[in-house]
């Protein structure tokens, strides 16, 4: 059975914004609603208009999936844990007098640079309204703060001389928080 113009169009709109998967999947629903409404008497057209509009506007469907995505959950997790872990490594650098290492001022400020960049991508995944960019910004934040906290992990490790309780809480975090990211990270890229 052909499939009627407004129902390509439609599918045309969701697949703009929606994974591949899960257009597939809505295109069967909407098949069946197709046939139902045929199946009771309506013109093909008919039909058609009947079945989408029992399924709703493209952008209500996007917003629905949106919101319940894993790119949306996986960058609430990593916000929502985010003030813990850096309240850690805040205590750790407070108390080792990092302000006293010889750290250059460009590596301070690239690193807060890439943490804000981090924290916007994954603000942007949470609280994004587009399928498609919350997923990019997502997978981003999740890969970006997973290389942050290594990254920090390493560098005081090796820059505090006796390793003590607060580096060891901190790095803890941002173990747990690597494991969330690369856990998220893989559901983004996976849903």
Request: with cysteine.
């Amino acid at each position: 059975m052909a499939e009627p113009g407004l129902i390509r169009d439609y599918l045309a709109a969701l697949s703009a914004e929606l994974p591949a998967p899960v257009v597939v999947e809505l295109a069967g629903g909407l098949e069946q609603t197709h046939r139902h409404y045929l199946g009771q008497g309506l013109d093909p057209d008919a039909a058609a208009r009947a079945a989408v509009a029992e399924f709703g506007e493209p952008q209500v469907v996007v917003a629905a999936f949106t919101s319940t995505s894993p790119a949306r959950r996986a960058a609430r997790k990593l916000l929502a844990i985010g003030p813990v872990v850096g309240a850690c490594w805040g205590a750790a650098l407070v108390i080792n007098r990092a302000w006293a290492w010889p750290v250059p001022v460009g590596v301070r400020v690239l690193l807060g640079a890439a943490l804000i960049t981090v924290i916007g991508l994954l603000a942007a995944a949470a609280f994004g309204r587009h399928y498609r960019s919350a997923t990019r910004a997502a997978a981003a934040g999740c890969a970006g703060i997973a290389v942050l906290d290594a990254t920090v992990a390493i560098a005081v490790s090796l820059a505090v001389p006796a390793v003590i309780w607060p580096v060891i809480v901190a790095s803890a975090a941002s173990a747990v928080r690597i494991s969330f990211a690369t856990r998220g990270l893989r559901s983004v890229l996976t849903g």
